[in-house]
């Protein structure tokens, strides 16, 4: 067992691993980290000068990106980097100079397995929000005309909606964000396992691939069913679980993701287990 995963070995190349994904990727995460900055002061030059030349100078009112604005950026820079953040973390591991010195480090592959998922599914995922996060309160914090920040908006929401004392599993749109980022990194992560060039791309068009699949499967079933019938049995099934509506959302959105995850989890482990240079 020890050879398979020592626990203090693997502390150690966790570390080592944390810290070498960093040196070798620092620039790429600090410019993601720094969106919310980059973002601000190009809305307000645009918003200067499109001012300028609508009223001749003569009236500035310079426009600030609201907090909607500001949560829908945050989402969609989110999924991006998770999109490309693998491949550049990872696909060296396909590379035959620097995929076989990683095979050669002195650590099991289950142990750096698990310390590549922590890595990609946790630790980053962490470190980008609160950097994001933070940069955007100090936007706010400097610039009052900004309003609200992401995490004051947030944690507003949640005081505001969890009055009940009930503990959510799936709301206010924070744990649709953090599937979406594990379902993300988990499909990229093992396409940068998987392809040794044009990681991101192939891995679209895969994904791609498999949508038109499954909307093909998805189109063949339904023209087999009466769609009357099936939509009233819906209808009816929804009332009679009206009040549980929210709890098979739940239920079923985290099988869901715990079936992608979990499965994409164990083909990136096949890969790692197997791959030769």
């Given at each position: ?32 980290v ?45 999924i ?34 698990l ?44 005081s505001?909606?969890?009055t ?32 040794k ?17 499954i ?46 995850v ?16």
């Open positions: 067992m020890k050879n398979t995963f020592n626990p203090s070995r693997f502390g150690k190349y966790l570390a080592f691993d944390l810290k070498s994904r960093w040196s070798e990727n620092r620039a790429f995460m600090t410019i993601w720094l969106f919310p900055v980059i973002y601000y002061f190009l809305w307000l030059f645009f918003s200067v000068l499109g001012n300028g030349f609508s009223s001749g100078f003569s009236d500035f009112h310079v426009g600030h990106p609201s907090i909607a604005t500001r949560a829908s950026a945050f989402a969609i820079v989110t991006l980097f998770m999109v490309f953040y693998p491949s550049k973390a990872y696909g060296f591991i396909t590379e035959k100079a620097k995929g076989s010195a990683w095979i050669e480090l002195p650590a099991s592959r289950l142990e750096k397995y310390s590549m998922m922590l890595i990609t599914l946790v630790i980053i995922p962490i470190i980008f929000f609160v950097g994001y996060l933070f940069c955007d309160w100090i936007i706010c914090l400097a610039d009052k005309g900004c309003g609200e920040s992401l995490v004051s908006a947030w944690l507003g929401t949640i505001n909606n969890n009940d004392g009930e503990v959510r599993i799936w709301g206010y749109g924070s744990w649709w964000l953090a599937s979406s980022v594990l379902q993300t990194a988990s499909v990229f992560l093992l396409g940068a396992l998987i392809f060039k044009a990681k991101v791309s192939r891995t679209i068009l895969s994904l791609f691939v498999v949508f038109m699949i909307f093909a499967l998805s189109a063949l079933i339904f023209s087999h069913i009466d769609l009357d019938v099936f939509g009233e049995r819906m209808r009816a099934w929804t009332m009679d679980h009206i009040t549980g509506i929210d709890t098979w959302i739940n239920v079923w959105g985290n099988i869901e993701l715990a079936v992608i979990i499965g994409l989890g164990i083909w990136s482990w096949f890969r790692v287990k197997n791959i030769q240079h």
